[in-house]
């Protein structure tokens, strides 16, 4: 019986010395974003993913799922929040039903230039602070690490060109699942109805809708130019992007490789914002290539329609004080 309880507690010394003099355990985070490069978000993905291993020599790797690997924006989230994938890239509009006010980054014409952008998500903004709490008292399983861009978003259609709110009467739209997305592009004649970003190049093929937005870079990326040979310079929106971790892969980590995710996640941020504005610059006269006829548009005629609904939706959700904090940027 002594020899017995002598090899155990030898055996659980030798455990725990050998922990203690071994390095930290090795972690991969599983990164997922529906776009496909060239796209802003997949170089911040990128760009996290080089700063965090070399920060960590290795301890923490990234593993990268781009071009919708792991299922659309919605699934990804649902599978964050049971802890079978660790961190997303994506758009603000397919988390609103958790956190409903980033429904707020649907309204167009909501920025007057990259420069407020810039400050809305900035990580030290007072924009910022109200969605990462938000984000945490929503019970979402989530934790934001970043706000970013991925470029301005326009209007692509199979149905001929536009160049006015007219040309969009009856034209079937695909939209996010956001209402107040709906909202918005009603007003300017369209039918919408909601459709995965995956779906898209299908239900323009068959008819399910005849026109959709997007960003620029997502257009081309995606190669959407191929069922939508029409595309608009509505410059409606700045995509308004989240960078998330799952609550349960952020607490696994030490305290100092959290504030290194943290860092990495910030800078990928601000490398996605930039790189949006690259894309919207360079790819715009690349469609022209594809054959894809771009128009420029009566844009105060979609301000006009647009704007009114700022102040309507924004007293009907209580968040009349958030409009006024991102106007005031």
Same mark, same amino acid.
């Given at each position: ?19 203690? =003099?071994?390095p930290? #355990? ?5 990164? @997922? ?5 060239p ?10 993913? =080089?700063?965090? /291993? ?24 649902? /599978? ?7 961190m ?40 910022? $602070?109200?969605?990462?709490? /938000?984000?945490?008292? $929503? ?15 326009? #209007? ?23 209402q ?5 592009w009603?007003?300017?004649? $369209?039918? %919408? &109805? ?19 937005e !997007? ?6 990326s ?8 029409? *595309?608009?310079?509505?410059? *409606? ?15 696994? #980590? !030490?305290?100092?490789?959290? =504030?290194?995710?943290? =860092? @990495?996640?910030?800078?990928?941020? /601000?490398?996605?914002?930039e ?17 894809? &006829?771009? %128009? ?13 609904? *700022? ?12 409009? %006024?904090?991102?106007?005031? #940027?």
């Amino acid at each position: 019986m002594a020899i017995t309880t002598r090899l155990t507690q030898f055996t659980l010394l030798s455990a725990a010395t050998l922990l203690a =003099a071994s390095p930290a #355990l090795a972690q991969k985070l599983r990164l @997922a974003t529906v776009v496909s490069a060239p796209h802003p978000w997949v170089d911040a993905a990128e760009a996290f993913k =080089a700063e965090v /291993e070399e920060a960590t020599d290795q301890r923490i790797t990234v593993e990268l799922f781009p071009g919708g690997q792991l299922g659309n924006d919605q699934t990804v989230v649902d /599978e964050i929040r049971i802890g079978t994938t660790d961190m997303i890239i994506g758009g603000v509009q397919n988390i609103a039903p958790y956190v409903q006010d980033f429904e707020i980054f649907s309204l167009n014409y909501l920025f007057d230039d990259m420069d407020a952008f810039r400050a809305a998500t900035d990580p030290d903004s007072a924009v910022f $602070a109200h969605f990462a709490e /938000e984000m945490e008292s $929503a019970g979402t399983g989530l934790k934001l690490l970043a706000l970013t861009g991925g470029g301005t978003r326009n #209007l692509s259609t199979n149905t001929g060109p536009v160049t006015e709110p007219a040309d969009l009467d009856d034209v079937k739209m695909r939209i996010t699942g956001s209402q107040l997305d709906a909202k918005m592009w009603q007003a300017v004649g $369209a039918l %919408t &109805t909601s459709l995965p970003w995956t779906e898209i190049y299908t239900g323009m093929q068959t008819g399910v809708i005849g026109a959709f937005e !997007s960003t620029i870079s997502g257009f081309y990326s995606s190669r959407l130019y191929e069922v939508a040979p029409y *595309h608009a310079k509505t410059e *409606h929106q700045v995509m308004m992007s989240h960078f998330s971790i799952g609550e349960r892969s952020f607490s696994r #980590l !030490s305290e100092e490789d959290q =504030a290194i995710v943290l =860092a @990495a996640a910030q800078r990928a941020g /601000e490398l996605g914002t930039e790189k949006g504005v690259e894309y919207d610059a360079a790819l715009i006269d690349t469609l022209k290539e594809q054959d894809v &006829t771009v %128009t420029e548009v009566d844009k105060q005629a979609f301000i006009d329609a647009s704007v009114p609904l *700022h102040d309507e939706y924004a007293a009907e959700r209580g968040v009349t004080d958030l409009l %006024t904090l991102i106007r005031e #940027l």
